[in-house]
């Protein structure tokens, strides 16, 4: 408790800044859909298909619904073809017309490494929650997030995006802290509040320090195997709090190289020591995507395998996945839950994505390397 706080309600809800007393003025989980097969998808052709048949079918229910009689609930009434909520049952109700835009397809981080795109309309996806204010709805502002997770099953993760995140980033929720909020005039300002920088300022007695080397600094903090293991449990129940190390332009350096190979790690460089084998040819190979840890190797599929896989890029982990199972579990083929999904959008195929997912494995690799180095870094450092 004698840690600063990242985040807190008070700070959420101050109308002044004497009221503040947290690092960031709000915090937000990311967008929560409701309908994820519905308005996400890695083909954007795919995506376009699926909204223009769910609003289609909205609209011929909305008008089955009113030329009814109304005899039995509306939760009753509306066919299921599609995924409706009790919201979206509100919206046809009222007579809420849906109204296709292309322009709402944007792209979404999914989950860590994985990107899709998000149909990012208000009616149809369930919670939008703050991210109106961070990356905006109708026009989309330039932003950095820190994502944490928040307790749950696994073990702490965080991870920064510049583009809009899932809720269930991790596979349990995530709350964002930004670096900057957006106003109703799209007027960019500070998320971190002048009353963490004074306490940094004061801690240093620097006072050139600024808002953006402190969010640096916090995700270097948010990475470090030593506070990790401290407050462990206190990761799993409640927001982070952040202490003040001694060196603080070496933290604020790692979390900006950080920052870094974590928003540009589709551009960085391909691990060279990593070899690309093709060992078959048939036209319609199996899907594996598996790790065969004992032969340092990734299995594609029964053509391909990546050889000579350094064993500590499994040591980066984001939970209690790796990044490179992160990817190799999000890109394997799943059969859809919904059953209109199954019948009418299921084109999803690996073979059409195995040339993106090879190129996405060794650049993260890189990513991997990179970070667990600094992380050693880190660990030979004393609080």
């Not at 009616?123 to 820190?146: A, D, L, S, T, W």
């Not at 995530?174 to 971190?192: E, M, S």
């Not at 332009?249 to 920052?259: A, Q, R, Y």
Request: charged share 30%; glycine share 2%.
């Amino acid at each position: 408790e004698t840690l600063i706080p990242l985040c807190n309600k008070e700070t959420k809800l101050a109308k002044t800044e004497e009221d503040e007393c947290a690092v960031f003025k709000i915090y937000s989980l990311g967008v929560s859909t409701a309908r994820d097969e519905w308005v996400l998808d890695f083909d954007k052709k795919n995506l376009q298909e699926k909204i223009k048949f769910f609003y289609k079918f909205y609209q011929q229910e909305m008008d089955r619904w009113h030329n009814s009689d109304k005899k039995i609930k509306i939760n009753d009434f509306v066919d299921r073809s599609i995924k409706f909520t009790s919201e979206l049952e509100n919206y046809l109700n009222k007579k809420t017309n849906l109204k296709y835009d292309k322009k709402q397809i944007i792209n979404c981080h999914y989950r860590p490494f994985i990107k899709k795109n998000i149909y990012l309309d208000k009616i149809i996806v369930h919670r939008i929650y703050q991210n109106e204010k961070i990356f905006g709805i109708n026009k989309f502002f330039e932003n950095k997030v820190i994502c944490s997770l928040i307790g749950g099953r696994m073990n702490y993760a965080t991870f920064i995006s510049d583009i809009i995140t899932a809720n269930q980033f991790f596979m349990d929720p995530a709350q964002c802290f930004p670096l900057y909020i957006y106003d109703n005039q799209n007027k960019q300002t500070d998320n971190l509040t002048n009353w963490g920088l004074q306490q940094f300022q004061k801690y240093y007695n620097d006072f050139k320090i600024t808002k953006l080397d402190i969010f640096n600094y916090v995700y270097a903090v948010l990475h470090n195997p030593i506070y990790r293991t401290k407050y462990e449990h206190n990761l799993k129940r409640e927001l982070p709090r952040i202490p003040f190390y001694k060196d603080f332009e070496k933290w604020t350096k790692w979390g900006e190289k950080l920052i870094l190979l974590h928003t540009k790690y589709e551009t960085v460089k391909p691990c060279k020591q990593i070899e690309i084998k093709e060992f078959g040819k048939l036209e319609t190979p199996k899907t594996k995507l598996k790790i065969n840890k004992a032969d340092n190797e990734i299995i594609i599929d029964e053509n391909t395998s990546l050889l000579n896989i350094p064993a500590i890029i499994y040591d980066y982990k984001l939970g209690n996945r790796s990044a490179i199972e992160w990817i190799l579990d999000q890109y394997k083929e799943k059969a859809p839950e919904h059953q209109t999904i199954k019948e009418k959008f299921n084109n999803y195929k690996f073979a059409d994505y195995k040339l993106h997912v090879i190129d996405l494995i060794l650049r993260v690799s890189t990513v991997s390397i990179e970070t667990m180095n600094i992380i050693n870094e880190m660990s030979k450092e004393t609080e």
